[in-house]
């Protein structure tokens, strides 16, 4: 017997030995797949299960693609790189570093794979160009439901290549993802500290700012003082030289993925929580989590973004993200409700986020069919807990779930559990959701790749 589990172990189940696979070659795929097909089996394709919802749960046949681990071809004059299902994101910038390119979008948790990310809404910030990795697939090799191998590409079958790119394990299993790759350029990372008042007060000015100085913002919000902190990156030109920085030694902490969050606050913030003490008094010591502020908002370091796909060991990434995108001209009155929420629950309920929320900018991209921000500009509001067992902090996200559906807010579909299921399919654009479950029933019939979690994310249409 298998046991799977997600990242934050809140999601586990078993698997007989006899259904779980861990295929080496595209024949090997093929053989589970038609088995499967001819007995009527659900197939369920699983990666690095970040995931915090069921999305990676199935019966029958689970296919692990870790040992499809092959990065097949770097194209330096087109500028893509052909690579297997199960290469890492880690593997990749590695690979792609020695060349002196970098992947389109490199995000901090290196586990990632390739495959999976190649079609759901895996995502860092930006603010010049789409923040999907996803946007940035050419193409792919996919074995269908039916067993058979479909290439599909802007060149063949490009019918299905919007859909594709949001797959999220429903359409088959990708084997091979061509994706498109940059020059490395140097990434220069400084902070802006303020108040959360004074950015919404003058919101369109405010983020116009960021958005001129900017290639990427990412933004931690402290809800219990109001504090605001814009992480604030900007691509160099790697010709130009540069003066060694005063807090260079920023940089290895940053490569190392001693960030901000993970490496600093995170850990100060869950040996608070362990304490379980009431609101009031963690409030207190939440001032002294965050008094790094002070020293930060003077710093500035360079990194190369090829650097940040890190590996995380398997206990690490045991907190909780609750992850829902906004249209901009929607997020200062889902923020001040959300800060209102955050109020109500720290009087009455004794409960505070110790964890900074995170702020991170979408622009409008209507290269995958269940893209979140198909119709505009998007900003997240994504609070984080330390103890994904608490009860109330269940109790928040599903309070959150209220308000935010009512001003507009997309969940994600990997991020966004207890209650957000059903919203996606609601509040996402309703063509494309029908377009691409369209696609989904013309390459499986038999509804093999659809699981519980998806049945009921889609139930209206189905």
Known sequence: MVVLANWNNEIRYEVSDGQFTTPTQVSDVRA???????????VTVVGAMHSTTECTVGTGTVISMKNFARVLDVDTERMTATVEGGV????L??????????????????N???????????????????AQFSSYVLGVKLVTPSGEVKEISESQNAEYLPAIRSHNGMLGVVCEVTVRIFKTQPLHVSFQVGQIDAFMDNFAAKLQALKADNDQVFGMLFPNTGELV??????LDPAIPRPDSPTAWLDPIESKNISLFGGLFLPLVKAVTALRLSAEVAELVNAIVTSPLKIIRHSRYIIDPCDRGV???ADEPDFDFYDWLFPEGKWCDMMRAFLQLTGQFRRQRDFILPLPTLVYFIKQDQESLLSRS?????????PVYPNPKEPMWKEFRLAFNKLAVRHGGIPHINKTRAGAISHFAQTGDQESIRQFLAIRQQLDQKNLFL????????ARYL
């Open 311 to 313: 590996i995380y060991a």
């Open 88 to 91: 890492t994101l880690h593997q």
């Open 374 to 382: 198909r119709s505009a500009n998007m900003m997240t509001i994504d």
């Open 230 to 235: 814009w992480q604030c990156r900007k691509f």
């Open 451 to 458: 699981n519980d979690h998806f049945e009921t994310m889609f």
């Open 112 to 130: 990632f794979q390739i495959g999976a990310i190649s079609g759901t809404h895996a995502n860092d910030t930006s603010m010049k160009r789409s």
């Open 93 to 110: 910038c590695g690979h792609l570093k020695k060349l002196g390119f970098q992947p389109p979008v490199v995000l901090e948790w290196g």
């Open 32 to 42: 589970a797949v038609r088995q499967a097909y001819e007995s009527g089996q659900q």
